[in-house]
């Protein structure tokens, strides 16, 4: 697993982004929450889905798939914490346990001998 700091650096700031729009939703009542957790959710899976070359392709090809998808499904939950009146704790749990499932899915990808 190589980093290729280009494509990382462009992958963080594109989190920035999203998260700063997340956070400038007239509608969110939990800035300061949705604004750190977004953009953690969202860096870490893009910069894993386009910031980092792996030895084998095939399990490149599945470390991507993975990040991706979460990048999706990330997007989609703080989109919705962000536009709804949800409260902080439940936005807390929900995309926290959403962040730990990848974290641990993208572990086990690693781990594995292909």
Aim: proline share 1%; net charge positive; charged share 5%.
């Amino acid at each position: 697993m190589r980093i290729n700091p280009a494509n990382a650096l462009i992958a963080v700031l594109i989190a920035a982004l999203m998260a700063y729009g997340i956070v400038s939703a007239d509608a969110n009542q939990i800035k300061a929450a949705t604004g750190f957790g977004s953009f953690i959710s969202l860096a870490c899976t893009l910069v894993m889905a386009i910031g980092v070359s792996f030895d084998s392709s095939r399990a490149g090809a599945n470390m991507r798939t993975l990040a991706f998808t979460f990048f999706v499904g990330a997007l989609g939950l703080n989109c919705l914490f962000a536009f709804a009146g949800f409260s902080q704790t439940s936005y807390v749990i929900t995309c926290g346990t959403y962040f730990l499932l990848y974290v641990f899915l993208a572990n086990a990808l690693f781990a594995a001998k292909h």
